[in-house]
């Protein structure tokens, strides 16, 4: 994740572009009293004093803790406060990047050192250019105060330092207008005083400049009683002087010597041709168009100096610290998702738009050599377009850049630099100022290029299908397209609107137009990856994705090579950190580097996923790990999943019979829930993984993980209505509990496998499964699994109807849990009598059972058995005509199934909530809560109960005709 921490101007941090909420002042006073000293440990008593000063509460120490501890959940992975002996840590990944502050002092200090004033002008207007405002806007105290004024005379010495150098490479009319605000607001510093002199003398006003020095002079007279100092005299006399050497001859500036070097102007036009299929991207064009809306359109008409070529543009542009703006666009995205072709094409349509030319350089970022082109090198060939000779170019890299930024400087030029691979490659290539546009094309997330430069990111993704349609539409010809619309679609399902592949395609079928699209598509599903292979490594797929292996780690690699075989369409961190067995700092570093280099994407919750051809080749590099690594791997993985499920489901159901389970291994750690809700919401993020670790499992004869993970998913499927889910993973179960050698496994997975069969209306299998499960029980002498087979029982012989032979096996089941002494059980069993007895037309008895379950659903803290309770009772209510009643009990049970996520019988007793409603007239409330029945049916897949509550529906708005006779 990338942080980026601002001090000079309002106080803000943003993580991955987003900003983060810091908190009140006094939280952002102490996060400010972290960041100045970032990666440094600064003692606690220290962070108070700056904190709190002379107000410091008797309990400093505990405030500061508690304000470090809502920062670290702020920041959540991002950055981390550290504790360290007696003091806090700040760390962040190269804290002199991330704290402006801190790139502010260490720009300076580069400048300071540098060789060259105009290596000195470019790194003093970058820091210069951190600044926003006043610092630590928005904060107060004694501390913060002293910060900021002593900050400000730094930006002051280096503003100061600026002119200086800008001054030594000649500049002068144009510092005028910034110097005389700077003379007004410091009206006896004798250094700007002088500076201020210097430009005036060399923008032709030396009567000007005299002028100002007398009336400093007699300014310092009136106010301090002194004269100007010596070196101030001295360039007074220079300039009543005319002393030549305030004015520079073309020798002392580069832009001079630049000039010298130049031959007749050369409008470079480097752009290689546009591609032929482009499609689709209009979102991204647009951005690119808006970005290049920043500049101001050339003016109307051109000035032509003496030499009749044309002079600068007179438009003008917004200002910002330094010079003009250069719009930078950052077009990253994997290897083939079409990068290079979105910028050729942008760049193609906006011509006109440049008319001082276009350069292009592929910097080889990513190729089969693995030698990323050197900046200086891309530099000699830019200054050759640009007319300058090889042999007469700087050899120094600095010297060199500086030459190319003279020579664009206030040009209206494109340039491409195609294919970066890192920030610092591409800097020296950056106009320091103009009307100039970049446009560069990585894998790589080129973070430092937005944060240093402000680049303006553009993420690319794989093609819609209609784009894709399009892509393949122009290689066969729309009516062949139209014949073989369902083998179009079936590849742009395989190709995944990967570009690289359709083009892969869409070639193939231009080279050889009579080639069935059958034997493409068969090539594809039983080649996969190879059939995208070719003799152009250019052109492969697969060799273009090896690619971006090469400036990974092997740590790195073998994490993308593990992610290919990881189960489900993503991965969260702590799963992934089992997958390497590392502390998940150092997964989350590996993750990073897969994120940068596009082989990977970030979902939000820190997850991360990969297109299904990019995981395809992941797969294929695991072949090349030892073969212990992958299987290892995946054991870790699905322990994890397995253990967290079980305390997951520990939290949803707690009265639940445990059922015999090892505890996880030294290099499993089960992730932390520590709340029903926190577990619903594992369940709801991991289910797709979850379901494929179980298959996984499943494959690799894992019969045990395949049987706990059944048991574990059962709570969570049931709550929300995953019906058929619950099916498939019980029958794996059970097939898995015929190897295992604990026979109640064996029960269990009958019972549950009948009772998943139940929900869908499966009565034959439903029944089976039961009754196997009870011989079961029953031939193990297993009195508590027959008791619960028994409800089960009843369940599934109340929806057929059969409430009579129900009743009986909730009596067999009360009289069990009864004789085990199991009160919860007997709760179960007595509102399961209840219900039946209801439903049968005894109230008095179904009430009587129903409000016994009731006390010991209550007293044993068992919400789910409560819920239920409540929910017969207001069905017993309702058919004895107090609906009033029915809906106080329906709406308790609502509200203790929200509570608990139970989304599937909300949706039961939201239907059964109706009746009463429009029993009493209430007709509007009927409807509202059947509507939100009906979506709850439809999302869970109950099409039957949908259609029967929206008939209920129906009927509330065209009530049926009385057609009985009136007396």
């Known amino acids: 994740m990338a942080v980026e921490i601002l001090l000079l101007g309002e106080v803000a941090a943003r993580v991955d572009e987003r900003v983060v909420d810091l908190g009140p002042s006094r939280q952002r006073c102490v996060f400010v009293a972290l960041a100045v000293d970032a990666g440094q440990v600064v003692p606690a008593d220290r962070l108070v004093g700056r904190v709190w000063g002379a107000d410091t509460p008797r309990r400093g120490r505990t405030a500061l803790q508690s304000h470090i501890s809502r920062l670290r959940g702020v920041f959540a992975g991002a950055a981390a406060i550290v504790h360290r002996s007696d003091g806090y840590l700040l760390e962040v990944e190269q804290a002199e990047r991330v704290v402006d502050l801190l790139l502010f002092r260490s720009l300076r200090d580069q400048a300071r050192t540098a060789g060259q004033d105009s290596r000195k002008v470019v790194l003093l207007t970058e820091a210069l250019g951190l600044w926003s405002g006043d610092p630590l806007t928005g904060l107060g105290g004694e501390w913060v105060e002293s910060e900021r004024d002593r900050w400000q005379q730094e930006r002051w010495a280096a503003e100061q330092d600026l002119v200086d150098a800008a001054l030594r490479l000649g500049q002068g009319e144009e510092l005028v207008a910034r110097l005389s605000a700077r003379t007004s607001q410091h009206r006896l510093d004798e250094r700007v005083a002088g500076q201020y002199m210097v430009a005036l003398h060399r923008a032709g006003r030396t009567a000007d400049a005299l002028d100002h020095f007398q009336r400093l002079r007699e300014r310092l007279a009136e106010e301090l009683g002194t004269d100007p100092g ?117 760049a193609h349509r906006n011509l006109d738009r440049f008319p001082d030319g276009q350069l ?81 094309t990585s ?16 993420r690319l993704d794989v093609l819609t299908d209609t784009e894709a349609h399009t892509l393949l539409t122009t290689a066969l010809g729309a009516d062949r397209t139209a014949a073989d619309a369902p083998a179009v ?97 150092d997964t989350h570093a590996a993750l990073r580097a897969l994120t940068d280099a596009s082989l990977i994407h970030r979902l939000p919750g820190n997850r991360y996923a990969m297109h299904d051809l990019v995981r395809a080749y992941a797969t294929t590099t695991a072949d090349n790990l030892p073969a212990t690594v992958p299987q290892t791997a995946l054991r870790r993985i699905l322990d994890f999943y397995t253990h967290t499920a079980r305390t997951a489901d520990r ?74 889910n619950r099916l498939a993973v019980w029958q794996a179960a059970a097939d898995a509990a015929t190897h295992l050698p604990d026979p109640t496994t064996h029960t269990l997975a009958h019972q549950h496998l009948g009772l998943a069969h139940a929900e869908l209306g499966h009565h034959e299998h439903a029944l089976d499964h039961l009754h196997q499960a009870l011989a079961l029980a029953e031939h193990h002498h297993s ?115 929200r509570d608990l996520g139970n989304t599937y019988e909300v949706a039961d007793t939201l239907d059964d909530l109706g009746h009463p409603h429009a029993a009493l007239g209430h007709t509007e409330t009927a409807r509202t809560v059947w509507r939100e029945a009906v979506q709850l049916y439809r999302e869970q897949g109950r099409h039957n109960d949908a259609a029967r509550v929206q008939h209920q529906l129906d009927n509330l708005d065209h009530p049926p005709k009385d057609n009985s006779v009136g007396t």
């Open 783 to 897: 009195l508590l699994e027959q008791a619960h087979i028994h409800i089960a029982l009843g369940l599934a012989l109340g929806q057929q109807g059969d409430d009579r032979t129900a009743l009986d096996h909730a009596r067999a089941a009360l009289d069990l849990y009864r004789n085990l002494d199991n009160p919860v059980g007997e709760a179960r069993a007595l509102s399961a009598l209840g219900w039946y007895a209801a439903r049968l037309g005894d109230h008095d008895t179904a009430r009587d059972h129903c409000q016994s379950a009731l006390t010991l659903h209550r007293h044993h803290h068992n919400l789910i058995g409560e819920a239920a309770t409540l929910d017969s009772l207001g069905y017993i209510d309702h058919h004895t005509g107090h609906h009033t009643q029915a809906i106080t009990h329906y709406r308790n049970a609502l509200t203790l199934l």
């Open 443 to 458: 894998r790589n997330h080129l973070r430092g290029l937005v944060a240093r430069h402000g680049a303006r990111p553009i």
């Open 489 to 585: 679609a079936e590849l742009i399902a395989l190709c995944g609107g990967f570009p690289l592949a359709l083009g892969l395609i869409a070639a193939r079928i231009t080279a050889n137009p009579h080639l069935p699209l059958a034997d493409i598509i068969t090539e594809l599903r039983t080649l996969g990856l190879d059939a995208l292979d070719a003799d152009d490594p250019s052109a492969s797929l697969p060799t273009v994705l090896s690619w971006s292996l090469h400036h990974l780690t092997t740590q790195q690699r073998q994490l993308f090579a593990l992610l290919g075989i990881a189960p489900g369409p993503d991965t969260g961190l702590p799963a992934a950190t089992h997958l390497l067995d590392l502390p998940e700092r």
């Open 651 to 724: 939290l949803l159901h707690p009265q639940r019979d445990p059922v015999p389970f090892d505890p996880p291994t030294p290099d499993v750690h089960p992730h932390p829930l520590p709340d029903v809700s926190a577990a619903l919401a594992w369940f709801d993020t991991e289910h797709a993984c979850l379901l494929a670790a179980h298959h996984t499992a499943t494959t690799l004869d894992w019969h045990a993980t395949v049987w706990h993970l059944a048991w574990n998913l059962h709570t969570f499927h049931y709550w929300r209505g995953h019906r058929h």
């Open 230 to 346: 010596v070196a101030l005299q001295d360039l007074h006399r220079q300039i009543l002087a005319a002393d030549p050497r305030l004015i520079p001859t073309p020798a002392d500036t580069v832009t001079a010597s630049a000039d010298a070097m130049v031959e007749p102007v050369v409008t470079p036009r480097q752009l290689p041709a546009p591609p032929t299929r482009f499609v689709g991207r209009h979102d991204e064009l647009d951005h690119l168009d808006a970005a290049l809306a920043t500049i101001p359109p050339p003016p109307a008409s051109v000035a032509l100096s003496s030499s009749g070529t044309p002079a600068p543009p007179t438009a003008t542009s917004e200002e910002v610290p330094g010079g003009r703006i250069t719009v930078i666009s950052a077009i990253g995205g994997a290897g083939g998702i079409g990068k290079t072709w979105l910028a050729l094409t942008w």
């Open 360 to 440: 292009f350089a592929d910097l080889h970022g990513f190729t089969p050599t693995g030698q990323p082109a050197h900046p200086a090198d891309v530099l000699s060939g830019f200054l050759d377009a640009l007319g300058v000779d090889r042999d007469r170019q700087p050899t120094d890299l600095d010297r060199r850049s500086e030459l190319y930024r003279s020579l664009v400087a206030d040009k209206r030029m494109l340039i491409v630099l195609d294919n970066a691979v890192a920030t610092d490659q591409i800097t020296p290539l950056l106009p320091g100022s103009g009307h100039c546009t970049v446009v560069v």
